[in-house]
């Protein structure tokens, strides 16, 4: 029997990153420092045992293909709660598309597997999270849903869920859309600072006596 799946009609989450993109992903938000390529004691879920796996070091080579020296090691449940958590940290609103929609929860799961430091940190609260909300939150309906999570904004795991989740959307094209990041453009020219701006540091500098 599979894994229990949202019951009101929000469509099952299908993976829809690859692992070349979510590994560059991780860079950019920040992990993926210090195993240096030694070996580290990762989770196995499929077996419930230990595996050996290596990092990367401090100076992965992210432009030929690559193949990722770890497993992801979450449940397919787990990555459904973590779908919905995500959604409702960041749902879709105009033109701005939901978490889920980008593949935050790949990213999650690419998170927590890696065998770093910070990673296996995370990795023990994110997965006792998505575990303790588990079966029961996908058979909720939406209401229920939502007033289990009004319940966890204070908890370690929602507050690094939601770091680990803004963190990476806000890193996609869409995240920078949506916040108005136009990046590195060039201007025909600069008008230099509004009447206001030179205002305040008019009025400043007469504080100072200058």
């Given at each position: 029997?599979?894994?229990p799946?949202?019951q009101?009609?929000?469509?099952?989450?299908?993976?829809?990153?690859?692992?070349?993109?979510t590994?560059?992903?991780?860079?950019?938000?920040?992990a993926?420092?210090?195993?240096?390529?030694?070996?580290?004691v990762?989770?196995?879920?499929?077996?419930?045992g230990?595996?050996?796996?290596?990092?990367?070091?401090?100076?992965?080579?992210?432009?030929?293909p690559?193949?990722?020296?770890?497993?992801?090691?979450?449940?397919?449940?787990?990555?459904?709660?973590?779908?919905?958590?995500?959604?409702h940290?960041?749902?879709?609103?105009?033109?701005?598309?939901?978490?889920?929609?980008?593949?935050?929860p790949?990213?999650?799961?690419?998170?927590?597997?890696?065998?770093?430091?910070?990673?296996l940190?995370?990795r023990?609260?994110?997965?006792?999270?998505?575990?303790?909300?588990?079966?029961?939150?996908?058979?909720?309906?939406?209401?229920?849903?939502?007033?289990?999570?009004?319940?966890?904004?204070?908890?370690?795991?929602?507050?690094?869920?939601?770091?680990?989740?803004?963190g990476?959307?806000?890193?996609t094209?869409?995240?920078?859309?949506?916040i108005?990041?136009?990046?590195?453009?060039?201007?025909?020219?600069?008008?230099?600072?509004?009447?206001?701006?030179?205002?305040?540091?008019?009025?400043?500098?007469?504080?100072?006596?200058?």
């Amino acid at each position: 029997m599979g894994h229990p799946t949202p019951q009101d009609g929000t469509p099952k989450y299908v993976s829809k990153i690859d692992r070349r993109t979510t590994l560059t992903w991780i860079g950019v938000v920040g992990a993926a420092t210090a195993a240096a390529g030694a070996g580290v004691v990762i989770y196995n879920q499929k077996g419930g045992g230990k595996a050996q796996a290596k990092g990367y070091g401090t100076d992965p080579k992210l432009n030929p293909p690559i193949k990722a020296p770890w497993p992801r090691i979450m449940s397919d449940k787990q990555l459904q709660v973590a779908a919905l958590v995500a959604d409702h940290i960041l749902p879709a609103s105009g033109a701005a598309p939901s978490a889920s929609s980008l593949g935050v929860p790949d990213f999650i799961d690419e998170w927590v597997s890696a065998p770093y430091p910070d990673q296996l940190k995370d990795r023990a609260i994110i997965l006792k999270g998505l575990d303790d909300l588990g079966g029961r939150f996908l058979k909720a309906d939406a209401t229920e849903r939502a007033a289990k999570l009004a319940t966890l904004p204070g908890s370690d795991f929602f507050k690094r869920f939601r770091a680990l989740s803004v963190g990476a959307y806000y890193t996609t094209e869409a995240g920078f859309t949506d916040i108005g990041y136009i990046g590195n453009v060039a201007r025909p020219s600069d008008p230099g600072p509004s009447d206001e701006v030179k205002a305040v540091l008019e009025q400043r500098l007469k504080g100072l006596g200058l």
